[in-house]
């Protein structure tokens, strides 16, 4: 039965477990190590021959295996993506304690963000070399090569297939959504569970975000589009976001996962609460299909909304995980956004992009970065912003910078925002903060 949020106190929103895989690292403890050091997991492209492309280097994921999902007739269905997902949302299930029931699989929910692409650039590259072998592309070929006639081919290459394989994997009978704005995927994910459970629609919903686009068609879309950096030679320093020299984005894949749950039934079985959920926003820039606009006014639209959402104030935010891309247009943007938003409080808040270690990891980034907020106020850690030497002055950020810090957290915000215009941040609050509070207003 569906809740009337009318007469009853707004519903609070527990993270209680998480997994990660990542350029740094196939696990959670992995990664978090990686991140605290500013380790970097870039290095040249070894998933294909990159060798006539501008950009030839990327972070991949490495040495990965399925190791707790190893179900044949499961990761038949799946792409490189899709294994990431299934791993991470084992892990995060595991680290919950708790996974859905018949009897209550109806009450769990599933919400993804999914990658752009969903074709394999093997299975194109066989129909390429099949149907137009000629030299032309023969349309009367198109039907009778291998990839056109294997049903695991149509069935893996679907929008919703990553959605589909975690629903089938976990046995998840509730709401389910698969979202796709781009890099602000993973972070919209989060906020549609965290509404999804405020609403009474479930009770608990796994949500994260996977992706890969580490082919030949990822890395040569974002080659033509000059957002890739060219410092092939240097890959562990060339995403440096915020730093003057500062030259394009270096790709990443892998995929991140929660376990959120009400909070007081999260808090009924005695689970470990890393943070709430607490606020989500979202805007659309309508500005450029790449870019954000220079004065931030869709970033700092969403921001203030999951501020509001929180029932938070720019004082109560000790960190933000940016989404610090290392271009030069993202940058500035976001840092006049930030600037806009939390005004006085700007200089005293700790800013960093994990991206400088990890790289942009797409659909994944916001769900990934996500994980990172809870995990730095459970861990009273923040991680650092690798690779910056020579600061932006149009960047005069609080930005943490050489070493990671630590320290009590209260608040965390996460930004994402996509190509195409969409802006998504979410908020973090420690348990502490929450506990004793009224489940009313914010």
């Known amino acids: 039965m569906i809740r009337n949020p009318a007469s009853t106190p707004r519903r609070r929103v527990a993270v209680t477990g998480i997994g990660l895989v990542t350029p740094v690292g196939n696990d959670v403890a992995t990664t978090w190590e990686a991140l605290l050091e500013g380790r970097s997991g870039a290095d040249t492209i070894s998933l294909f021959d990159a060798s006539g492309f501008s950009t030839r280097i990327a972070a991949e994921v490495k040495k990965f295996a399925n190791v707790l999902v190893v179900d044949r007739r499961l990761l038949k269905f799946t792409n490189r993506s899709h294994r990431f997902a299934l791993e991470a949302a084992e892990q995060a299930m595991r680290d919950a304690g708790i996974r859905p029931t018949p009897d209550d699989a109806h009450r769990w929910g599933c919400a993804v963000g999914a990658g752009m692409m969903t074709a394999d650039f093997d299975d194109l590259h066989e129909t390429h070399a099949y149907a137009a072998a000629a030299g032309e592309l023969d349309v009367d070929l198109l039907l009778s090569d291998r990839p056109a006639n294997d049903p695991l081919v149509f069935c893996r290459g679907q929008s919703a297939a990553g959605l589909a394989l975690l629903t089938r994997r976990f046995g998840i009978h509730g709401y389910a959504t698969s979202v796709h704005t781009a890099c602000a995927s993973g972070g919209q994910a989060l906020g549609t569970a965290l509404k999804a459970i405020r609403r009474g629609r479930v009770d608990r919903v796994l949500a994260g975000g996977f992706d890969s686009m580490i082919s030949p068609v990822g890395i040569g879309g974002f080659c033509l589009l000059s957002a890739l950096s060219p410092d092939n030679d240097t890959p562990q320093r060339a995403s440096r976001p915020f730093d003057a020299t500062r030259n394009g984005f270096l790709l990443g894949e892998g995929a991140g996962f929660v376990v959120l749950e009400e909070w007081e039934s999260a808090r009924a079985r005695g689970a470990r609460i890393y943070a709430e959920l607490a606020g989500d926003g979202n805007s659309l820039s309508s500005y450029r299909i790449t870019d954000s606009p220079p004065d931030g006014d869709g970033p700092i639209q969403a921001m203030r909304q999951a501020l509001a959402d929180a029932g938070a104030a720019a004082a109560d935010i000790d960190y933000i995980n940016a989404h610090g891309t290392s271009t030069g247009m993202n940058d500035r943007s976001e840092s006049a956004a930030i600037r806009a938003v939390f005004g006085t409080e700007t200089d005293r808040i700790a800013v960093s992009s994990t991206k400088s270690t990890m790289g942009h990891l797409i659909a994944a980034a916001g769900a990934v970065e996500g994980v990172v907020c809870a995990l730095a106020i459970d861990r009273g850690a923040i991680p650092v912003n690798a690779n910056l030497v020579e600061r932006d002055p149009e960047c005069n950020l609080n930005l943490v910078a ?35 509070r009224s489940g009313a207003g914010s």
């Not at 957290?409 to 930004?415: A, D, E, G, H, I």
Request: net charge positive; with cysteine.
């Open 402 to 436: 050489d070493v990671s810090r630590r320290g009590r957290l209260r608040m965390t915000l996460s930004n994402s925002f996509g190509f195409g215009g969409s802006n998504s941040c979410i908020v973090m609050r420690r348990p502490e903060a929450v506990d004793g």
